[in-house]
């Protein structure tokens, strides 16, 4: 593992369930993150929150709802999806925003199935 | 917001050989240039970075090389590998935000 977990790895819902993705990283990081990735498409910035206050919420639909109770987890809410939301679901984290620029460490994902 | 071209979509080699990659950016306040590469089904994972103020760094096989002038900045891998084979993309923060925006990736494919 990489410092950031992700669960479920697999996930396969229904258009009217509600389920949540989680989030969870050790590496005393502040910045975390959740992107969408789909196939042929660039990487897509959903939420961004740094020290648990979200800063980024980059014009995603009300379906997908982040939650960030700490500066260690963070949480995708999901309900009444629709199938082109199928993708897999990256969160990732970095040391925090105000200290310049630094990598990425991202989870191994969580890959959704909208049915 | 920053726009990143990153070229080709789609590169493949023999074993051997070496690759290269290229990416432009528009914000000439960015000042920090990571490279990831993500092998298929697996989590993109960060291989090598540059800061503005060097023009190019290596790592063993890999190098990144930048030019600020012309704002654009490159991944070079040498003697590449079958294990080389997997999608690359860089990445370019916009000066004020610090949040990168990535390039489309490219699909490197190493023959044996």
């Known amino acids: 593992e990489t410092g950031v977990t992700q669960t479920p790895r697999h996930l396969v819902m229904g258009m009217t369930n509600k389920k949540s993705l989680k989030c969870e990283q050790h590496?005393?990081?502040?910045?975390m993150y959740w992107y969408k990735q789909s196939a042929k498409k660039p990487l897509e910035l959903m939420f961004v929150?740094?020290?648990?206050?979200?800063?980024e919420n980059n014009s995603v639909p009300s379906r997908f709802s982040p939650e960030c109770p700490n500066s260690s987890h963070l949480f995708l809410h999901l309900h009444t999806l629709q199938p082109e939301d199928s993708a897999l679901y990256l969160c990732?984290?970095?040391?925090?925003?105000?200290?310049?620029?630094?990598?990425?460490?991202f989870g191994s994902g969580t890959r959704l199935t909208v049915v | 917001g920053e726009n990143v071209e990153q070229h080709p979509s789609t590169l493949s080699v023999q074993e051997g050989d070496s690759a290269v990659i290229k990416c432009t950016y528009s914000?000439?306040?960015?000042?920090?240039f990571p490279w990831y590469k993500q092998e298929l089904g697996k989590r993109p994972q960060l291989i090598i970075d540059?800061?503005?103020?060097?023009g190019e760094k290596k790592d063993q096989r890999i190098a990144v090389t930048l030019n600020k002038t012309a704002k654009h900045f490159s991944l070079h891998i040498t003697e590449t590998q079958p294990e080389d084979s997997a999608v690359y993309f860089c990445a370019a923060p916009s000066g004020g935000s610090y949040i990168p925006t990535f390039g489309r990736g490219t699909s490197l494919i190493v023959h044996p």
């Open positions: 540059i800061r503005s103020n060097v």
């Open positions: 590496l005393g990081h502040n910045a």
């Open positions: 990732a984290s970095s040391q925090d925003l105000s200290r310049g620029n630094y990598g990425y460490t």
């Open positions: 914000d000439s306040a960015s000042n920090y």
């Open positions: 929150y740094n020290f648990k206050e979200q800063t």
